[in-house]
């Protein structure tokens, strides 16, 4: 009797362990954790703090240039890196410091490369296990930083007390863990058997960000998990209980934004905001009469928020306070580049989101639900951070290579046969089975080809 041919899944295979340890020091490194507090404790941009960056660079370069064939697979997400940098390059011509706006669109090409090359060379579950890596590996650093050396992991003038690990402040350190949450997560939503240290990985995220008291960044570990959670939820329930629990969601999400549209100072009191959002509204209120002056062109690229530049010193004067940035990417990106800049990017993040929502039935299950889990998040923080189009940065990069692994023409997977709900390796190409029939049940069950 002719047994049932064995079922296959399909599986993404991970890029080499050295490919990994490159990839992870790049996405380290975009998260300036602990360079930002060693070299630079100012915030302000020096000459060794440039030096830094250049095996970085090299790195970049070393890792796309050993994978041409993926590079050209995602030609899409080239071409539309190439207008969102040759505008940015073109704002050096009236920028107020074509220096600084030069120097920065080259640093914002070159990761943004690396982003393309990460979107797709780790497919499938193998980026949010990186991504997960990473997380559970600046975790520790920053438990030991805190233990070690408190002068640096703590604050000790404003926020006194609060954790920052390996960043310059806590902010930095509760989103880069609410991204290592969302990552671990889909790792543990993706069926991946190794199921230990993702689940590390989102208790250590969790209780970090817990101890940097950032609503945000708490705002956005509970969205981009909740949402992974829900979907995970979703496809082991079946067909009714997803109709429901959407129907459930969509009226949710009706309701939190009529109240907030209606009372928003009800809603942001309820979070522990005051109404102000701790200052932001007034330095939006500045900067939108700033961006009225320059609605076509903006400042130039990188430029405004420059220690010597006359209207960042106005906004500052105004807002009695030494303003770092818009705290908001959609007005920083109009601050910088005017409409058109906007406009360009937001259609990159609005591109961004319909592939990935059109991914959710296939490559995204098999990812974990990651793309649109971080996708929320990097929407929510959007609103309050200057994330959109930046340099040097890991949420910018980890937009882009959501959108190139989307975009990209993936190979075909590799399908793994399954026997009885266990994953077997493949056959090399020239072995061929026993010809003989075994007889007993547990024989015949280890075997992987038709009795003939």
Sequence with gaps: MRPVPALTEPTDPAPPLWEQAAAMFVVVMLTQALIGPVFAPTQEETPILRLVWLPVYAVIAGLIALRPGAMVRAWPAWLILGLLVLHAFASKWWSIDPAVTQRRVIAMALSSAFAIYLGVVFTGRSLPRLLMLSGLFMGLGSLVMILVNPAIGI????????????????????????????????????????????????????????????????????????????????????????????????????????????????????????????????????????????????????????????????????????????????IDLLIQLGWPGAILTGLTVALATFVTLFRIPGAGGREGYWGIGYLAVFLLLSLSESVLLSHANLPWTLLLAILARALAAAPDPVRVPVVHGLARPRRGAYQTGPRIAAHSGHARLRQSVPVR
């Excluded at 960044?217 to 959670?229: A, E, K, T």
């Excluded at 030494?322 to 705290?327: E, I, L, T, W, Y």
Aim: aromatic residues 10%.
């Design 155 to 330: 604050h000790q003038t404003e926020n006194a007390g609060l954790w920052r690990g390996l960043w310059y402040e806590k902010n930095q350190m509760g989103l880069v863990m609410s991204a290592g949450a969302v990552a671990a997560a889909a790792c543990l939503a993706s069926g991946d058997p190794r199921r230990r240290l993702p689940a590390l990985t989102l208790i250590v995220t969790t209780l970090l960000v817990l101890a940097t008291q950032s609503k945000t960044s708490l705002l956005c570990l509970i969205v981009g998990v909740g949402l992974i959670g829900a979907l995970w939820a979703m496809r082991r329930g079946g067909p009714a209980f997803s109709v429901i629990a959407l129907w459930l969601g969509v009226v949710l999400t009706a309701v939190i934004g009529f109240v907030f549209i209606t009372d928003p100072a009800t809603v942001l009191i309820a979070l522990g905001k005051d109404p102000s959002l701790t200052g932001r509204t007034d330095i939006w209120t500045a900067l939108m009469r700033e961006v009225a002056e320059r609605p076509w062109t903006g400042f130039g690229y990188s430029a405004f928020w420059g220690r010597e530049s006359v209207p960042a010193a106005f906004i500052r004067a105004e807002t009695q306070w030494p303003v770092p940035s818009a705290h908001n990417g959609w």
